[in-house]
């Protein structure tokens, strides 16, 4: 709040793509010689972290919901990317995280919103608000981040720079991404390893459909570290449909970040609810098993928002 003061505040809320969608902002305002100061929840390879400070009236910020962060927040334009039940150890009910959705929209001045969520219409919107959808995204721009939530993040950009009026095209274009989403580690002996951020089954449906498109006809297995018990205990029905396009899935034990253990609910339990899924709790379980069994050619997709940036790293020394 304090530093935002005398700003002009562009912020990036939404439950998926918060850290992209701030960062292809970031880099849009400083191609325009605008200047910006960006802060990100993520590093940002250019910037060697998470911020960047300008000189300008702009201030960019990534706006969280988790304990009602971006309440602090009063922006000139929010774009919301998307709103799905999250953080259930904290909103407790999905009301409860749509009213401090609301709030955050009572406190902007424009709101840019993906009309493609269903539960943004669950919100009571300002008449100036401008909507956008991924079927509207440009034929003649070809992402290099590939999948279609990344061309959904880039639509509220686009709405951005035509409110601005600031060219997008090659900002968009020569975008490569951020650390830990979908980013590609390296290949060795034909095994592409790719660390992701992912602890959502939206998230996870979305990179696997990504990499679909552009690793087509390879194996894609996929190692998730769950993060926290309640999140998972609450997403268990749509972790299956979200997973169904991996050819092989391996759960670990779940990172349990801030929570205790219940003691009623494990990573074993999670596997059983995903049709041929394999429990491997321990990391060095999970190497061992990839090391005996993957095909040259395969993908192996580690999601998680724990240790699970390690165990990729680890995963590919090994081959």
Not at 149 to 170: F, P, R, S, T
Not at 179 to 187: A, G, I, M, S, V
Not at 269 to 282: H, M, V
Request: aromatic share 8%; proline share 6%; with cysteine.
């Amino acid at each position: 709040k304090y530093l935002h003061k005398d700003k002009f505040v562009i912020c990036i809320a939404g439950t998926h793509g918060k850290s992209t969608t701030t960062t292809m902002v970031g880099k849009l305002l400083i191609e325009a010689k605008l200047d910006p100061t960006v802060e990100v929840g993520a590093v940002v390879p250019e910037w060697n972290g998470g911020d960047r400070i300008g000189k300008s009236k702009y201030f960019v910020s990534e706006a969280d919901e988790f304990y009602s962060n971006f309440l602090h927040y009063h922006p000139n334009i929010t774009i919301l990317n998307n709103i799905e039940f999250d953080h259930p150890e904290y909103f407790k009910t999905l009301d409860n995280m749509l009213d401090i959705f609301q709030k955050l929209v009572d406190q902007t001045d424009l709101l840019i919103y993906n009309t493609d969520s269903p539960l943004i219409h669950k919100l009571v919107l300002p008449k100036n608000s401008i909507p956008y959808s991924a079927k509207e995204f440009p034929k003649d721009l070809i992402l290099k981040v590939p999948g279609v939530h990344n061309k959904a993040n880039a639509m509220g950009v686009i709405k951005l720079a035509e409110i601005l009026k600031i060219n997008y095209k090659k900002t968009l274009e020569n975008f490569s991404g951020i650390d830990r989403r979908l980013q590609e580690l390296d290949t060795v002996n034909g095994i592409t390893v790719i660390d992701d951020y992912a602890n959502h089954p939206t998230a996870f449906q979305s990179n696997i459909k990504a990499l679909r498109e552009k690793y087509s006809g390879k194996p894609i297995w996929v190692v998730i570290e769950p993060h926290t018990f309640s999140r998972l205990r609450a997403v268990l029905p749509d972790l299956a449909p979200a997973l169904k396009d991996a050819d092989h899935v391996i759960i670990s034990k779940i990172f349990a970040s801030r929570e205790a253990d219940p003691g009623d609910f494990s990573g074993a339990d999670i596997a059983k609810a995903i049709p041929g899924a394999l429990y491997l709790p321990e990391f060095s379980s999970i190497i061992q098993y990839l090391i005996s069994n993957i095909q040259p050619q395969s993908v192996i997709l580690v999601m998680g928002s724990g240790n699970s940036d390690k165990l990729a790293r680890e995963i590919l020394q090994r081959l």
